[in-house]
């Protein structure tokens, strides 16, 4: 009996290990880095180094679902998708396909006066609410350094930080957070 119960006392100790280091490891591998405002108790959610393309792209999408974590190729943008926030062409973000006119994603914009820094330090839900009903803009023009607040169809608040701009429809690098709704 003595041994059944160290056997099942190891075997709850070795289980709770696997667990505990499976989800560092699968934390260290995520490119999303979710932050708890304790205030709120809201997670604020941070995208690096994301890519898109514009027009003249052959190899990088246009449009990004900014909930979603996903980029669409130019195709995918036509009929217009609720799940895609962001389109990328002439050196701007659109929430309208600028070429074809057909992919409207309801997302406003606006031009905000953080700076790089600023917007590294966000850390709160608070921070990213003060810009929502400012957001007005259908498209708005991108320089590196640049920090752009997005309000999408969904209700979603998002803080853009430009890191490299390569206009007028080459390609744009940027990182995003997110309020979790």
């Known amino acids: 009996m003595k041994k059944l119960g160290f056997l099942l006392s190891a075997s709850v100790i070795l289980v709770t290990a696997c667990i505990t280091s499976c989800k560092k490891s699968a934390d260290i591998n995520s490119s999303i880095q979710p932050k708890v ?20 792209s052959v190899l990088l999408s246009r449009g990004r679902g900014l909930a979603a974590a996903v980029s669409y190729a130019y195709r995918y943008l036509v009929g217009g998708s609720s799940s895609i926030d962001l389109i990328f062409d002439q050196g701007k973000f659109w929430n309208t396909d600028p070429i074809a006119g057909n992919a409207f994603t309801g997302g406003k914009f606006l031009l905000t006066n953080l700076t790089a820094a600023e917007f590294d330090a966000v850390k709160s839900k608070t921070a990213l609410e003060a810009y929502g009903f400012k957001a007005t803009e259908d498209a708005v023009p991108l320089t590196a350094g640049k920090v752009i607040f997005v309000r999408t169809k969904e209700g979603y608040n998002c803080l853009v930080k430009i890191i490299t701009l390569f206009p007028p429809s080459g390609s744009v690098t940027f990182d995003y957070k997110m309020a979790v709704l």
């Open 37 to 56: 405002d304790s205030v709120n108790n809201i997670t604020l959610i941070t995208y690096t180094n994301v890519k898109l393309g514009g027009s003249d």
